[in-house]
Structures are given as C-alpha cells and as structure tokens.
C-alpha cells in the first residue's frame, strides 16, 4: 500500500468513527460513500428496505459533519411550491395597502393605463424579488452559508416530474427563479436521496448521484447495533436476538423484520427483564417484528424451533 492508499484508508476509519459518536454503526460501504460524497460534492442516492437505516444514515452525517439537516419528505404531487419556493402573498399585499398612497403619487399626471403600467414596472419589480420569497427546504439548503445536509426522503414516492425537477439541483447545485433569475447555492450541500423502491427512478438521476444499497446487516454488525441502541442487553441475549431474526429474514414473509424492528424489539425484551428468547415470550411479543397478520401466522407454528436455533447459535444449551 502507498502513503494514499493509507490516508485514503484512515480517512474512511474517521468517517466509521465520527458517525459511530453519532450512534450510528456503519459498515465500510456505507463509510466509503459518505466519504466519496463529500469529497466529490455528489449526492448519494441510498435504497434498500424500509428500517434499514437509510434516513439515519443523513441525520447522522449532519451530526458528524456539524451540519444542519434539512428534510424534504417526498410524497405524490409534491411541487415546486412545496419543496422550492412560494412567494409571501400576505407579505407582498401588506406592503402594497402601505404603500398605496405612495403609488398614488407615483401616477399622478398619467393619462393612460399604458402609461401607468410603465410607470410601475419598476416598482412591480420589487415585490418579486428575494424579501418577498419563502423558501422551502431545497432553496433553503442552498441558502445555508455554511452548507447543510440535504434529505430527500423517499423520493420514488414523488412524481416523475418531480424527479426531472430536481435535475437541475443536483446537477449544478442551484434552481432558478423566473422573476429573479438563477440562485446558486453558497456553499454545496450534502445531498442525501432515500428510496424504498416504490418505483423505478430514471436513469437521468441516478447518473447525477453515487448509488449506495443498504441491506438488512450480517450477524456482527446487527449485534453490534443492538449493543448501542439498547445498551443492558447483555451479549447472550444481543446473540439470540440477532439468530432468530436471521432465520424470520429466510422465511417467505410479506415484510421482513428490518433493523428497526431488531432494536424495538431488543428494547421490548430489556423491559421485559428477559435473561434468554423463550418461546411464550416470542409469541406475545412477535407483533412487534411482524407487521402482518398473515405473517405472524406463518411463523407462529415455527417458533419453538426457531427459539431453540437461536439459543444454541448463541452458543446456549438447550
């Protein structure tokens, strides 16, 4: 390995360390894009199942980068009025009763609504430009002095085009106005893209970001989860937890059980006061994991056996 290869290497540890103080456990991937991101200045766009952490991913980016996070919850027939821009219709027609004396000076001695109109073109102006416009989260990510973390969560959930909308973002990190011209952003966010896969994204913005997957993690990492998230679990019951949920993943269920149900469920279980999985124990709590009858149903039969797996893959006697 030459001297890059290594600083390269020690700056994707700081990235796993910094967002572990940030009580979130990255593996090396996930580390390596971050990194990747920062240092290019292009977005990530992160798919993967729901719970897997995709949104934590970005609020605990902006914890280790000093960031603000700003968040735009994507949804059908969200439009630019909603994620850019709207101008303060209240604010604009305050100013104007104010100012309506003013303005009848302005047009004393005009014959003419021509004349007029020409006369307070100038002045018409002033109630399109920036005073007068409300940002909303992408402007307002553009806007921050010191750069900011950009969350566009669930964006297969927005329209197709939505999704054109925000080429020009991504692409250039700046949108434009109309009555104002082009707003470029002062310093680049770091633009964070969730999708659940709702809907195939075009091909135009996937170019214009770094793909990350993240899927559901090996035994090790998810225990390793659990014992931040839900510190007091002890490492036996981390062990079991982790194997039983391994083995509902392998069944043909309509959800599969997600990280944030392996920690919900840790933090049912630490309430419990529970020593070791017992089968009783994992049936009444099973809603917790499974979010589906028709699940819960297909497992039940199995949860003897699936118990007593998980206690012996913890090394346990049964």
């Not at 994707?12 to 996930?30: K, T």
């Not at 170019?207 to 931040?228: A, M, N, S, T, W």
């Amino acid at each position: 390995m030459n001297d890059l290869d290594s600083s390269t290497r020690a700056a994707i540890d700081a990235v796993i360390a910094g967002l572990a103080r940030a009580g979130y456990i990255s593996s090396r991937q996930i580390a390596t894009a971050v990194f990747l991101a920062q240092h290019l200045q292009k977005p990530i766009l992160v798919e993967g199942p729901a719970g897997v952490g995709k949104t934590e991913l970005a609020k605990a980016t902006a914890a280790f980068l000093g960031l603000p996070l700003i968040r735009m919850q994507c949804y059908e027939g969200l439009d630019e009025a909603k994620a850019l821009y709207e101008w303060k219709y209240a604010k604009q027609l305050l100013y104007t009763q104010i100012l309506k004396d003013k303005l009848g000076e302005e047009l004393n001695g005009v014959k003419s609504l021509a004349a007029a109109v020409k006369r307070l073109h100038g002045a018409g102006d002033i109630f399109f430009s920036e005073q007068f416009l409300e940002p909303r989260p992408l402007l307002r990510a553009l806007q921050q002095p010191c750069g900011a973390v950009l969350l566009v969560d669930e964006v297969d959930k927005s329209d197709q085009e939505f999704e054109a909308f925000l080429l020009e973002i991504l692409s250039d990190y700046q949108v434009t106005v109309p009555e104002i011209g082009t707003i470029r952003a002062r310093v680049p966010p770091f633009v964070v893209l969730t999708s659940n896969n709702a809907r195939d994204l075009g091909d135009a913005l996937k170019r214009r970001c770094l793909h990350l997957h993240i899927g559901f993690p090996d035994p090790k990492l998810e225990q390793r989860i659990i014992e931040v998230k839900v510190p007091g679990i002890s490492e036996t019951l981390r062990r079991q937890i982790v194997a039983l949920i391994q083995q509902l993943r392998r069944e043909d269920l309509r959800k599969l059980p997600s990280v944030s149900e392996t920690i919900d469920w840790a933090r049912v279980l630490l309430l419990l006061h529970a020593e070791h999985l017992e089968a009783a124990m994992v049936r009444d709590t099973l809603n917790v994991l499974l979010k589906f009858e028709g699940d819960v149903s297909a497992v039940e039969s199995k949860l003897p056996a699936f118990t007593d797996q998980a206690r012996r893959a913890a090394g346990e006697t049964v």
